[in-house]
């Protein structure tokens, strides 16, 4: 990127980014710059969101729920997306990608540059929220079968 010209708002955009563990959309930094630069245009962001992609200073997660995600963490590392609340969380680097491109590379003609693993269910927090839920919906079924057992016909 010759000539590339030097940008306060770019500067701002990559050390949000860098500084955060929650893999934000544009919109969340968005949000967060407007505090510092509050004549910044969601537009800027987003051009300075795939700059920083296409300088390999930031990673995009396409999660297939929604808005696209970024990581200012590039080193080689997997996520998991949420299915319920659409959170994207790092996982630790437990499966060696170098083998499995190697694996892959054998498999057509050309050049893997990169491997990136996503898995997908529900987030520790959404499942604790799955059973509160069941254990209220639980209760106020019991409550009401209990009503029911205890209701007396009256003679008119």
Do not use: W
């Not at 949000?16 to 959309?25: C, E």
């Not at 407007?34 to 795939?50: A, K, W």
């Not at 949420?82 to 969380?89: D, E």
């Amino acid at each position: 990127m010759a000539g590339l010209k030097h940008s306060r708002q770019r500067d701002a955009i990559a050390e949000n980014l860098r500084h955060r563990k929650d893999h934000p959309t544009a919109d969340m930094i968005y949000k967060d710059i407007r505090n510092v630069y509050p004549n910044i245009s969601l537009g800027t962001v987003y051009r300075n969101l795939s700059l920083l992609v296409e300088l390999g200073e930031a990673k995009k997660i396409t999660t297939g729920t929604g808005a696209e995600h970024y990581d200012g963490d590039t080193h080689p590392h997997n996520h998991f997306i949420c299915r319920c609340c659409g959170n994207v969380l790092d996982m630790n680097d437990f499966i060696d990608c170098s083998k499995i491109k190697l694996l892959a590379a054998d498999q057509f003609d050309g050049r893997i540059e990169d491997c990136s693993i996503l898995f997908y269910g529900v987030c520790g927090e959404c499942l604790k929220k799955e059973e509160k839920e069941k254990l209220s919906s639980a209760e106020t079924s019991d409550r009401k079968t209990a009503i029911q057992e205890t209701e007396v016909d009256f003679p008119a």
